[in-house]
T-cell receptor, first 112, second 113 residues
Framework: GQSLEQPSEVTAVEGAIVQINCTYQ??????LSWYQQHDGGAPTFLSY????GLEETGRFSSFLSRSDSYGYLLLQELQMKDSASYFC?????????????FGGGTRVLVKP | ETGVTQTPRHLVMGMTNKKSLKCEQH?????MYWYKQSAKKPLELMFV???????ENNSVPSRFSPECPNSSHLFLHLHTLQPEDSALYLC????????????FGEGSRLTVL
């Protein structure tokens, strides 16, 4: 099976940096994705790491270490609009097909 | 606007009712998904369709019945639900399974009385 662990909540001030860690267990692994979901909205894709290392997209970066079954999402120069839930998700594979399993989500609260 | 449209956005039903949730994607994708999102719980994968064939049924009770008539449409038929089935039901699509990005709809908020 697949399971993911991430912190439930993080609070930070505008302009700060937040790192959301994610550890995972999976029987087969393609890569680690991150999604953002604002209250009342749909989850939206942020990043995907298929290989070890850091992927940078503007203020957000994502890191993967396959040997440690670990990744993180780094939010820099926090803005009020970054207040949302952030989910890590693992693409795993098995004979019956591939599926994307989500962690429980980390609620990020940005304060002025 | 993500290219994935779900209707209805809100639904209230009794335990003896039969209703359906509809999802339509305008992205030309080959895979479609149903996820359930309950408070304080991770998004739970329910069903996966790839090229209109069901490739994943994640131990979902038979009171939930999916249907994928073509690659653009996905339904979730509901009957004799329980109050604990109240949740946000999210539809998503992707070009393929195993990699890449899922595009989610806004969800259908279901309340079972």
């Amino acid at each position: 099976g697949q399971s993911l662990e991430q912190p439930s909540e993080v609070t930070a001030v505008e302009g700060a940096i937040v790192q959301i860690n994610c550890t995972y267990q999976t029987s087969g692994f393609y890569g680690l994705s991150w999604y953002q979901q604002h209250d009342g909205g749909a989850p939206t894709f942020l990043s995907y790491n298929g290989l070890d290392g850091l992927e940078e997209t503007g203020r957000f970066s994502s890191f993967l270490s396959r040997s440690d079954s670990y990744g993180y999402l780094l939010l820099q120069e926090l803005q009020m609009k970054d207040s949302a839930s952030y989910f890590c998700a693992v693409w795993g594979f098995k004979a019956a097909g591939n599926k994307l399993t989500f962690g429980g989500g980390t609620r990020v609260l940005v304060k002025p | 606007e993500t290219g994935v449209t779900q209707t209805p956005r809100h639904l209230v039903m009794g335990m003896t009712n039969k209703k359906s949730l509809k999802c339509e994607q305008h992205l030309g994708h080959n895979a479609m998904y149903w996820y359930k999102q309950s408070a304080k719980k991770p998004l739970e994968l329910m069903f996966v369709y790839s090229l209109e064939e069901r490739v994943e049924n994640n131990s979902v009770p038979s009171r939930f019945s999916p249907e994928c008539p073509n690659s653009s449409h996905l339904f979730l038929h509901l009957h004799t639900l329980q109050p604990e089935d109240s949740a946000l039901y999210l539809c998503a699509s992707s070009q393929a399974t195993g990699t890449g990005e899922l595009f989610f709809g806004e969800g259908s908020r279901l309340t079972v009385l």
